[in-house]
């Protein structure tokens, strides 16, 4: 009995410390490449007849000189009115910051893009370009925040409509300032938070997100994640409220 109590101690012992030793590898190594999706649908029928999905693609690439992250967005929503089917959101969103490591540490040159065709805003599409400064406040294996601030370019056709109700459209650019803050914090093994912030700024336009995310791990690869979104979108000649809002509840899967 002595002996068996023995290798059971010493096997959990093991175990743990092999546990430990993985975690501790994985917060000194982080993955090179990471790949998560996220979806979330609803449906509804009855009294009311909606569908409502919205998909995602993040990826975030580290190297030794660069440090890069890519995002996609498409968001469809549908109602049945009278018979009719009536299409009330439809949205695909694409942006890049690529990130080159200067030897300070934590100090970075940055190159952003994006494209945003959004159906319902007001706008055919809005486009940018900018280049700047990157850094991180503060980088810790619990919480991070890290900012970016430059100049840009922004390229857009924007809807116009008449007396008479009918629609144009107007095509401008211009100079822009874009700035952005991420914040990052692990509230325990399973919880993460995120605050991320960004404006974009000029003559013509102010454009403004802010992405409030709790992601909760449930087994292995996959988690649920809770958005609250605001997008403020000020233009001269906009018909369209200038602010929306979005709260979902979406499935995440870690593909790697």
Same mark, same amino acid.
């Given at each position: 009995?002595t002996l068996t109590l023995s290798f059971q101690a010493s096997a959990s012992s093991d175990l743990l410390k092999k546990l430990y030793l993985k975690e501790k590898r994985q917060k000194e190594n982080p993955k090179e490449?990471? !790949?998560?999706?996220? !979806?979330?649908?609803?449906?509804?029928?009855?009294?009311?007849? %909606?569908?409502?999905?919205?998909? =995602?693609?993040?990826?975030?690439? +580290?190297?030794?000189?660069?440090?890069?992250?890519?995002?996609?967005?498409?968001?469809?929503?549908?109602?049945?009115?009278?018979?009719?089917?009536?299409?009330?959101? @439809? /949205?695909? !969103?694409?942006?890049?910051?690529?990130?080159?490591?200067?030897? #300070?540490?934590?100090?970075?040159?940055?190159?952003?893009?994006?494209?945003?065709?959004? /159906?319902?805003?007001?706008?055919?599409?809005?486009?940018?370009?900018?280049?700047?400064?990157?850094?991180?406040?503060?980088? #810790? +294996?619990?919480?991070?925040?890290?900012? #970016?601030?430059?100049?840009?370019?922004?390229? =857009? +056709?924007?809807?116009?409509?008449?007396?008479?109700?009918?629609?144009?459209? *107007?095509?401008?650019? +211009?100079?822009?300032?874009?700035?952005?803050? *991420?914040?990052?914090? &692990?509230?325990?093994?399973?919880?993460?938070?995120?605050?991320?912030?960004?404006? &974009? =700024?000029?003559?013509?336009?102010?454009?403004? /997100?802010?992405?409030?995310?709790?992601?909760?791990?449930?087994?292995?690869?996959?988690?649920?994640?809770?958005?609250?979104?605001?997008?403020?979108?000020? #233009? %001269?000649? @906009?018909?369209?409220? *200038? !602010?929306?809002?979005?709260?979902?509840?979406?499935?995440?899967? @870690?593909?790697?």
């Open positions: 009995m490449v990471t !790949l998560s999706g996220e !979806l979330g649908v609803l449906t509804a029928s009855g009294n009311t007849n %909606t569908s409502t999905f919205k998909g =995602a693609l993040t990826s975030e690439h +580290e190297m030794p000189q660069w440090s890069n992250r890519y995002y996609s967005e498409i968001a469809y929503q549908q109602n049945e009115v009278d018979g009719s089917t009536v299409v009330t959101a @439809q /949205r695909f !969103l694409v942006n890049a910051q690529l990130d080159y490591k200067l030897p #300070s540490k934590n100090n970075r040159l940055f190159l952003y893009g994006e494209y945003d065709d959004n /159906r319902f805003n007001g706008f055919r599409y809005q486009a940018a370009v900018a280049a700047g400064w990157s850094s991180h406040a503060w980088k #810790s +294996e619990e919480s991070q925040l890290r900012y #970016s601030v430059g100049p840009g370019y922004s390229y =857009a +056709e924007r809807e116009i409509i008449d007396e008479e109700n009918h629609k144009s459209y *107007d095509t401008f650019n +211009e100079m822009i300032v874009r700035a952005s803050l *991420d914040y990052r914090l &692990e509230l325990n093994d399973t919880a993460k938070f995120r605050q991320f912030v960004s404006t &974009e =700024a000029g003559q013509e336009t102010n454009r403004s /997100r802010s992405e409030t995310t709790l992601t909760t791990s449930i087994i292995e690869s996959l988690a649920m994640k809770l958005s609250f979104v605001m997008i403020y979108n000020d #233009s %001269t000649l @906009q018909v369209n409220d *200038d !602010l929306s809002t979005e709260t979902s509840i979406s499935l995440v899967y @870690q593909f790697f």
